[in-house]
T-cell receptor, first 113, second 113 residues
């Protein structure tokens, strides 16, 4: 069974530029999460989807971040415009239920210069 | 608010040494508790979990016991191997069953031959 797939693995952009990250969850997993992981810190939830619906986006900075999961499978997280402080690893995870057992992708490491 | 605190790293041990990584939590209600592990270049993987007080989670020689009286979930292993070198994250999932995970900051373990 394939795991959670994320692309790209690495991205370097200049500040004020847009950037997008893509995630393909494990087949059959209706719940999808995007996390932000700063260096030396644990992941922090940005947004959680149940199928197509964003059920928890309270931690998503909506002035510059947006996300979508149009068909309830793949998801895209976008930042526009990027700031220096957005440099971090963006993790995608999926789960079959809400017990806390989640499957993580390898992440996208974003560097904003 | 709800939070998880882990011991500072890095923890450096010789092969076959005993491992303890401390984790304490603050939460309303009765959360489920988890240890996730992140090997170099890979996504986080669930290592073990416990869903109620006095439960012991175990996997790959690692163990942790849910201690409600001390709000702790310390990770232990009797004999570490070089292949255990990774970053270990303690996490909780709130009892409201949203699946949201709150992570500690992570503890890096380095095992030397």
């Amino acid at each position: 069974e394939a795991g959670v797939v994320q692309s790209p693995r690495y991205k370097i952009i200049e500040k004020k530029q847009p950037v997008a990250f893509w995630c393909n969850p494990i087949s059959g997993h209706n719940t999808l999460y995007w996390y932000l992981q700063n260096l030396g810190q644990g992941p922090e939830l940005l947004i959680r989807y149940e199928n197509e619906e964003a059920v928890d986006d309270s931690q998503l900075p909506k002035d510059r971040f947006s996300a979508e999961r149009l068909k309830g499978v793949d998801s895209t997280l976008k930042i526009q415009p990027a700031e220096l402080g957005d440099s971090a690893v963006y993790l995608c995870a999926s789960s079959l239920d809400q017990t806390g057992e989640q499957y993580f992708g390898p992440g996208t490491r974003l560097t904003v210069t | 608010g709800d939070s998880v605190t882990q011991m500072e790293g890095p923890v450096t041990l010789s092969e076959e040494a005993f491992l303890t990584i401390n984790c304490t939590y603050t939460a309303t209600g009765y959360p489920s508790l988890f240890w996730y592990v992140q090997y170099p270049g890979e996504g986080l993987q669930l290592l073990l979990k416990a869903t109620k007080a006095d439960d012991k989670g175990s996997n790959k020689g690692f163990e942790a016991t849910y201690r409600k009286e001390t709000t702790s979930f310390h990770l232990e292993k009797g004999s570490v191997q070089v292949s255990d070198s990774a970053v270990y994250f303690c996490a909780l999932s709130l009892a409201s069953n949203t699946g949201k995970l709150i992570f500690g900051q992570g503890t890096t373990l380095q095992v030397k031959p």
